[in-house]
């Protein structure tokens, strides 16, 4: 690639979608230089499993000529979007990175893929993940895992490890991940990128392959905050087709990120610094939030308890692991999903081939361990128990938001990790999700922003707001950027 090409994706997203409009560069260049950018970095990288070049030029073309004939033009025209591989994209493979939909080709586009066409945006690819969502590393992909841009002997974080890693080496503009318990976040903080969890019901499901139906939102990734804005502002709003979209769309997004906020309070739970969190990652963010009192903005911080915290994590996965249970009993190979080559056993025989195969093994002991949780005898033992959690720590950040605008976090509690290096604990994995599930549990928005480098690597800063206040976190997401820049220039491949 030339360059030029390198010039063009250096450009920050909304700078170079006022090029585009204006005629200075033309979307078919940005989109052939994010091509070239993908074939350069792949062999390192892995963040797609499926690419979409030829109609992805195709349409960057129509949308030049779009330009220069005067047309309406949408808010993301001419941008390279990457979509991750368990939202759907009709006419593609939607293969949730598992061997169990390895050949499933989508009849129809998810609503957020709609509409991210209806503004003139341009599908490139769809990216690499955890099996069907479910882990913290992008290592569980039938199609092998994707490593992280800034270094790659470490992973992403997961499971929307391929977005943010198409994001973060500038293999993409904007991405779109899916958070059930941190997936945007923690790849996000890890690969040195923006990621949001949207508001539960802010943005549409439909088309998002299930994995845990109350907890998890489409999420968008981005390199700044403003940009990240942008997408959600797109993406965001009710959907008849989606029984859990809420028709309170948040409130001006695009103009929230470019306004300065008025005073914001900000509680500093204590309780997200303590079990299981690297000494490093909690001093770089404390360090951030003693930088952002020094440079005198518009924030003021107080440390506060939130007790229930603790139990958060267990509640997590027991809700998740039950909720997937259910959801994935349809891929039996019969209904939907691979199939094993004898078919001349019995029932019950063919079934257990057919998951047994198509399943990789993290997926299986979710499903068995959600199977447990729900059967008869053990129901109120733990799913009921994990409810009651869940409204009990809801009714504590509602009394948090009450006090506070804002509450902060670290992102993760552990600094990217080496490729394999977890893969056989489980539960250590596990663990990386504590400072996320909080936010799915409650259904409110949260954005990790970087903040800081601890032993080289990348640290995030997790803010969460009320309900439907993502205007918040945008605000407050642009002061952190501003005041603590993190320079890119020391990944591998997350600068030009």
Not at 178 to 207: E, M, N, Q
Not at 425 to 453: F, H, K, R, W
Request: with cysteine; net charge negative; charged share 25%.
């Amino acid at each position: 690639m030339t360059k030029q090409q390198l010039r063009i994706l250096e450009l920050p997203v909304w700078e170079a979608a006022d090029k585009i409009r204006n005629q200075e560069i033309t979307s078919e260049e940005y989109v052939a230089a994010t091509l070239a950018r993908i074939r350069k970095v792949e062999p390192d990288v892995h963040a797609y499993i499926t690419l979409i070049e030829e109609l992805a030029l195709t349409q960057a073309q129509e949308i030049d000529k779009k330009i220069r004939r005067g047309g309406d033009l949408g808010r993301l025209a001419g941008l390279p979007v990457a979509i991750k591989d368990n939202i759907c994209v009709r006419s593609f493979t939607t293969t949730c990175a598992s061997k169990m939909l390895e050949n499933f080709v989508t009849p129809y586009d998810a609503t957020v893929v709609e509409r991210i066409l209806g503004e003139d945006g341009v599908i490139v690819g769809k990216t690499n993940l955890d099996e069907f969502a479910m882990g913290t590393s992008t290592e569980y992909s039938y199609f092998g895992a994707t490593k992280n841009p800034w270094d790659t002997s470490k992973v992403p974080g997961g499971s929307s490890g391929g977005s943010a890693a198409a994001v973060s080496a500038l293999e993409a503009a904007f991405a779109l991940g899916s958070d059930t318990g941190g997936s945007v976040r923690s790849p996000a903080s890890f690969c040195c990128i923006v990621g949001l969890k949207p508001t539960y019901g802010a943005v549409s499901r439909y088309g998002l392959v299930s994995y845990a139906n109350s907890l998890e939102q489409i999420g968008p990734f981005a390199r700044d905050v403003r940009s990240c804005a942008l997408l959600t502002s797109v993406i965001a709003g009710y959907d008849a087709r989606d029984s859990t979209s809420s028709d309170k769309f948040p409130a001006d997004l695009g103009g929230a990120s470019k306004r300065s906020p008025s005073k914001l309070t900000i509680g500093v739970p204590r309780e997200f610094f303590e079990e299981g969190v690297q000494e490093g990652v909690s001093k770089t963010v404390r360090d951030a939030v003693s930088r952002l009192e020094k440079a005198g903005v518009k924030l003021s911080f107080e440390d506060i308890s939130l007790p229930m915290l603790k139990y958060a994590l267990p509640a997590y996965y027991i809700i998740a692991m039950s909720e997937a249970s259910s959801n994935l009993a349809r891929y039996d190979g019969i209904r939907y999903g691979y199939r094993a080559q004898d078919r001349t056993l019995d029932w019950g025989t063919i079934f257990s081939k057919d998951r047994g195969e198509g399943f990789g093994a993290e997926v299986r002991r979710r499903i068995m361990l959600g199977t447990y949780a729900l059967s008869a005898g053990y129901f109120d033992q733990y799913y009921l128990k994990a409810q009651k959690i869940r409204t009990l720590l809801r009714r504590e950040f509602d009394g948090a938001f009450k006090r506070f605008d804002l509450l902060l976090a670290p992102s993760m509690p552990i600094l990217p990790f080496r490729l394999g290096e977890k893969m056989e604990d489980p539960l250590q994995l596990y663990m990386c999700d504590i400072e996320t599930v909080p936010a799915n549990l409650t259904g409110i928005p949260s954005l990790s922003v970087p903040c800081g480098v601890s032993e080289g690597l990348p640290v995030g800063m997790q803010l969460m707001a009320p309900p439907f206040r993502e205007d918040l976190l945008f605000q407050a997401g642009r002061l952190v950027e501003d005041i603590l820049p993190v320079d890119r220039s020391a990944g591998e491949f997350t600068h030009a």
